[in-house]
């Protein structure tokens, strides 16, 4: 996983450090935490080039889905995550992305993050 870059999408600090924490882990050379959709939004339009991405489904300035499509659409993998069920509409548009309910254990995000990169 070297010479990768990830974006985390994630309001809530810890759990954004920790998902930090495994990517470095698993040795991405860069990881940026955005708290919200208009950072991540900012990042994606300037170009910033990420090789994947985990993605808080509800966050304190909406849902990430349509973020969501505009990262699948540039080839970008990505992980969803949420304290809660799995939205029908993340069901039907996004049925081969993982999701992750939350509390996941960290273990099961590194997996989850391999099976990314050897799938892409």
């Not at 985390?8 to 698993?26: G, N, P, V």
């Not at 339009?45 to 509800?58: P, T, Y």
């Not at 309910?101 to 391999?114: A, G, M, N, S, T």
């Amino acid at each position: 996983m070297s010479n990768l870059s990830a974006l985390i999408l994630e309001d809530a600090f810890l759990i954004a450090y920790e998902a930090e924490q495994a990517l470095l882990e698993l040795g991405a050379n860069s990881v940026v935490i955005f708290q919200d959709l208009v950072e991540a939004v900012e990042a994606i339009n300037r170009s910033d080039r990420f090789d994947l991405a985990v993605l808080d489904l509800s966050l304190s300035d909406g849902n990430s889905i349509e973020f969501a499509k505009t990262i699948k659409a540039r080839g970008i993998p990505f992980v969803f995550t949420s304290g809660y069920a799995k939205p029908e509409e993340v069901a039907t548009e996004f049925p081969d992305v993982p999701y992750l309910e939350k509390p996941y254990h960290f273990d099961r995000l590194k997996q989850v993050i391999q099976d990314l990169l050897k799938n892409r």
